[in-house]
T-cell receptor, first 114, second 115 residues
Framework: EAQVTQNPRYLITVTGKKLTVTCSQN?????MSWYRQDPGLGLRQIYY???????DKGDVPEGYKVSRKEKRNFPLILESPSPNQTSLYFC?????????????FGEGSRLTVL | AQSVAQPEDQVNVAEGNPLTVKCTYS??????LFWYVQYPNRGLQFLLK??????LVKGSYGFEAEFNKSQTSFHLKKPSALVSDSALYFC?????????????FGSGTKLNVKP
């Protein structure tokens, strides 16, 4: 089954404790992206990657890091989480740059930073 | 600046009545337009898209949307609403200039269908 898998789905942590949210897709998509969803703000892009070893900032990259060492994986790293990073996070993927296709989303990871 | 607006935070409709969820956009160049639906505790699911051609596009679950270039709108419609259509709906636009790879999402509209 074609899917985007995120882990963990739910996480409560404390300020300053490094964490990683993993994302994996099995559709051989070149493009992957991370979003955060906050009430009244819709989805805002954090980082995206056009292919292996190619990443770029989205609209709200502060406090986040990403890496793309393999095509299928695109982890989101919070080096020192803060309460304003409490949010619902989505990973998404789609075929390459010239494709007119839609994004495929994971189920989401709800993060609470105390 | 590229942007997507969903002017209604919430839309209430009775089951069996037609529904419309509004979306307007502002992008440079020709847009690709999308609608997604989000059920509670789930990720976003693709409903339909407009790339080119016929302004009326049909998608999943009986939904359709009309692209209106002069009004820069892409409203989502369904002739007869179901209670199971109750969810959060997002409009998105993918701009074909400037930042080619970027999707811009609206703030979402909560659809409530009452029995």
């Amino acid at each position: 089954e074609a899917q985007v898998t995120q882990n963990p789905r739910y996480l409560i942590t404390v300020t300053g404790k490094k964490l990683t949210v993993t994302c994996s897709q099995n559709m051989n998509h070149e493009y992957m992206s991370w979003y955060r969803q906050d009430p009244g703000l819709g989805l805002r892009q954090i980082y995206y990657s056009m292919n292996v070893e190619v990443t770029d900032k989205g609209d709200v990259p502060e406090g986040y890091k990403v890496s793309r060492k393999e095509k299928r994986n695109f982890p989101l790293i919070l080096e020192s989480p803060s309460p304003n990073q409490t949010s619902l996070y989505f990973c998404a993927s789609r075929p390459g740059q010239t494709n007119t296709g839609e994004l495929f989303f994971g189920e989401g990871s709800r993060l609470t930073v105390l | 600046a590229q942007s997507v607006a969903q002017p209604e935070d919430q839309v209430n409709v009775a089951e069996g009545n037609p529904l419309t969820v509004k979306c307007t956009y502002s992008v440079s160049g020709n847009p690709y337009l999308f609608w997604y639906v989000q059920y509670p505790n789930r990720g976003l699911q693709f409903l339909l898209k407009y790339i080119t051609g016929d302004n009326l596009v049909k998608g999943s679950y009986g939904f359709e949307a009309e692209f209106n270039k002069s009004q820069t709108s892409f409203h989502l419609k369904k002739p007869s609403a179901l209670v199971s259509d109750s969810a959060l709906y997002f409009c998105a636009v993918r701009a074909l200039r400037d930042n080619f790879n970027k999707f811009y999402f609206g703030s979402g509209t909560k659809l409530n269908v009452k029995p």
